[in-house]
C-alpha cells in the first residue's frame, strides 16, 4: 500500500491586519499576487520559429486585490499615495488519510504594497457591494507553519522559494 500524505482540504478560515495591528473588517476575499517572471522574445538562426523565455529572478508586477463586502473607511484609508503594511493569516485544513488526523498550519504572509487602484464596487439590493483595493506588491514574505516559502523584495534583489536565491547568480555576476 501507498504512503498516504496530508492533503490540503482548504481555507478554514482567513484575517487581514494594517500594520500588524487594526484588523481590517468588511474583508469578503484576498486575491494574493500571480508569481509570473518577465521573457525575453528569441527567434533567429538556430530556433525553429520564436521562443519566449523566462527570465531568472526578473518579476512582473505584482498584484494583490483585496475584495470588500462593504466600503469600509480602511479601504479608503489604504489607498493613499504611501506604502502600507499588511499581514495576513490563514488556517488552511489539511487531512492525513494514514492516520485519519487533521491538522491545521498556520499560512502567514507579510505585504509592503502601493495602492494602484480603489474600485467603488457595485450598490444592488440583497447583495454585497464587492469594493476592490488593487496594491502593487513590493514585498512579500509567506511562511507555512513559520518555515519561509517564498519571499521576495522587487527593490533589493530579494528572490527566495525555500530559502534558495533565484538572483544569486546575476547578483554575483554584477558584483552585488
Same mark, same amino acid.
Given at each position: /500500500?501507498? %504512503?498516504? !500524505? =496530508?492533503?490540503? @482540504?482548504? *481555507? !478554514?478560515?482567513?484575517?487581514?491586519?494594517?500594520?500588524?495591528?487594526?484588523?481590517?473588517?468588511?474583508? =469578503?476575499? *484576498?486575491?494574493?499576487?500571480? @508569481?509570473?517572471?518577465?521573457?525575453?522574445? /528569441?527567434?533567429?538562426?538556430?530556433?525553429?520559429?520564436?521562443?519566449? /523565455?523566462? *527570465?531568472?529572478? %526578473?518579476? %512582473?508586477?505584482?498584484?494583490?486585490?483585496?475584495?470588500?463586502?462593504?466600503?469600509?473607511?480602511?479601504a479608503a484609508e489604504i489607498t493613499?499615495?504611501?506604502?502600507?503594511?499588511?499581514?495576513?493569516?490563514?488556517?488552511?485544513?489539511?487531512?492525513?488519510?494514514?492516520?485519519?488526523?487533521?491538522?491545521?498550519?498556520?499560512?502567514? +504572509?507579510?505585504? &509592503?504594497? &502601493?495602492?494602484?487602484? $480603489?474600485?467603488?464596487?457595485?450598490?444592488?439590493?440583497?447583495?454585497? &457591494?464587492?469594493?476592490?483595493?488593487? $496594491?502593487? !506588491?513590493?514585498? /512579500?514574505?509567506?511562511?507555512?507553519?513559520?518555515?519561509? *516559502?517564498?519571499?521576495?523584495?522587487?527593490? %533589493?534583489?530579494?528572490?527566495? +522559494?525555500?530559502?534558495?536565491?533565484?538572483? =544569486?547568480?546575476?547578483?554575483?555576476?554584477?558584483?552585488?
Amino acid at each position: /500500500m501507498a %504512503n498516504i !500524505v =496530508a492533503q490540503g @482540504i482548504g *481555507v !478554514v478560515n482567513f484575517e487581514v491586519y494594517l500594520k500588524g495591528t487594526s484588523r481590517l473588517l468588511g474583508m =469578503a476575499n *484576498v486575491e494574493l499576487p500571480n @508569481i509570473e517572471y518577465e521573457t525575453i522574445e /528569441m527567434k533567429g538562426a538556430g530556433l525553429m520559429g520564436t521562443l519566449t /523565455m523566462p *527570465v531568472r529572478g %526578473n518579476l %512582473n508586477s505584482l498584484e494583490m486585490k483585496l475584495t470588500w463586502r462593504t466600503l469600509e473607511k480602511a479601504a479608503a484609508e489604504i489607498t493613499k499615495h504611501e506604502s502600507i503594511s499588511l499581514s495576513l493569516y490563514s488556517d488552511q485544513e489539511h487531512y492525513d488519510g494514514g492516520t485519519g488526523k487533521f491538522s491545521d498550519p498556520s499560512h502567514h +504572509i507579510e505585504v &509592503v504594497g &502601493v495602492p494602484k487602484t $480603489l474600485n467603488l464596487g457595485k450598490w444592488e439590493p440583497s447583495s454585497t &457591494v464587492d469594493a476592490e483595493t488593487t $496594491l502593487e !506588491v513590493v514585498t /512579500m514574505t509567506y511562511r507555512i507553519s513559520n518555515k519561509t *516559502v517564498l519571499e521576495f523584495d522587487k527593490l %533589493n534583489y530579494v528572490f527566495k +522559494i525555500n530559502g534558495a536565491d533565484q538572483t =544569486a547568480a546575476y547578483k554575483k555576476a554584477v558584483g552585488l
